[in-house]
């Protein structure tokens, strides 16, 4: 794959993460920022949960998430560029 494929699907991804993400804030996409947590977008634990479940299917994955204890998941929910960061990821090695 080249590196435009590689960047066309990241932008892919990141499109869809946000979507899904605003879709669980009740809020436009337009609206998600990079820096913003999910508390701050008004993400409440059960709509991380929820989020978490609709990427999942929606990007074929099995994301390592502890919906007990988020902080010690190996998925990182620190923002929502972290959690671009970690389905582009994901996916990636789903790819391998």
Known sequence: MTDAADAATNDDIARKVIA????QAMIDPAEVRPEATPEQLG???LGLVEAVF???EAFDIAVPFNA????DSAFDITDVAHIVAAVQALVAQQKG
């Open 54 to 56: 609709a990427i999942e």
């Open 20 to 23: 899904i993400i605003a879709e």
């Open 43 to 45: 993400v409440d634990s």
């Open 68 to 71: 007990n204890d988020p902080g």
